[in-house]
Nanobody, 124 residues
Framework: QVQLVESGGGSVQAGGSLRLSCAVS????????RAWFRQAPGKEREGVAA????????YYADSVKGRFTISQDNADNTGYLQMNSLQPEDTAMYYC?????????????????WGQGTQVTVSS
């Protein structure tokens, strides 16, 4: 059984930083992707970043390029999202996902396994 557990969310002021973690168990396929999504109240879930587990190739939404960094520690099967220069519009529930069955990293419908989410709140 695949389990993803996010942690590291919290409340920060604009310009601050947070580091989210995603501990994964029961999934060892390196030839697939690990991704972060977020969903703000009243909005659709959007892809934030993704990483190919084996190659380390990364993908980012335009809104977070240059501010967020996705990484993966294959030794302990944990993913990370370093978020810098946070802005109020980054406020959302952040989810970790894995096992992409489609072609587009940012298509949330094509991931089969999800964590429960961790809340990020950025105040101005």
């Amino acid at each position: 059984q695949v389990q993803l557990v996010e942690s590291g969310g919290g409340s920060v002021q604009a310009g601050g930083s947070l580091r989210l973690s995603c501990a994964v168990s029961g999934y060892n396929n390196k030839y697939n992707y690990r991704a972060w999504f977020r969903q703000a109240p009243g909005k659709e879930r959007e892809g934030v970043a993704a990483i190919h587990i084996a190659t380390g190739r990364t993908y980012y939404a335009d809104s977070v390029k240059g501010r967020f960094t996705i990484s993966q520690d294959n030794a302990d099967n944990t993913g990370y999202l370093q978020m810098n220069s946070l802005q109020p519009e980054d406020t959302a529930m952040y989810y970790c996902a894995t096992h992409l069955v489609g072609l587009t990293w940012s298509d949330s419908d094509k991931y089969t396994d999800w964590g429960q989410g961790t809340q990020v709140t950025v105040s101005s």
